[in-house]
């Protein structure tokens, strides 16, 4: 039997998502989208807010119960004004930056932390401090007892240190 993301939610405090590199973005969105209904803080190091908000809406996923962490839009522009759902963290490399404000959801209205991609931290980030990262937060996850920590990672990287760490720190290793 296929061991299905949103099954594996009720079971597991830290799930590590594997996707495959062909078709990254379109599994991620459909990974996403059967999450339908839950309240999801979404961390977001490949693309900035308004640009997943797009992709999420050509794909009929509903933003309403989403809060976005955007490691993007900074590096590319100040915006003016931050959007209603959205924190803005200056540059991927701000692992102190984000961690604040991922723990400002942990505990709030958003049980599912959605973390998009540590393959793209790992371009900033040794898998040492990365590690570190993913450990700091997921005994966060585990102290609240009812928040779930979702951290997707790119096939490719399966070789890396960071993977190898991972799968430790990790309920639940998931390949789609």
Do not use: W
């Not at 399966?158 to 639940?172: G, P």
């Amino acid at each position: 039997m296929k061991t299905t993301l949103k099954k594996e939610l009720a079971k597991n405090s830290i799930i590590l998502l594997v996707v495959p590199n062909k078709d990254y973005n379109k599994i991620i969105l459909r990974e996403v989208k059967k999450l339908k209904g839950k309240n999801i803080c979404y961390v977001t190091t490949n693309k900035g807010h308004s640009a997943l908000v797009n992709d999420f809406e050509k794909n009929k996923i509903d933003t309403k119960k989403f809060f976005f962490i955007d490691c993007v839009t900074s590096t590319i522009l100040k915006p003016k004004i931050t959007p209603p759902n959205c924190a803005l963290v200056s540059a991927p490399r701000a692992l102190t930056e984000l961690s604040l404000a991922i723990n400002k959801f942990v505990d709030i209205h958003f049980p599912l932390i959605f973390i998009d991609s540590l393959s793209t931290l790992l371009v900033y980030h040794s898998p040492k401090v990365l590690t570190n990262f993913v450990h700091s937060l997921s005994t966060k996850v585990r102290e609240t007892g009812h928040v779930v920590l979702v951290m997707t990672i790119a096939d490719k990287d399966k070789k890396t240190e960071l993977y190898k760490k991972l799968q430790v720190l990790a309920d639940k290793v998931i390949k789609v």
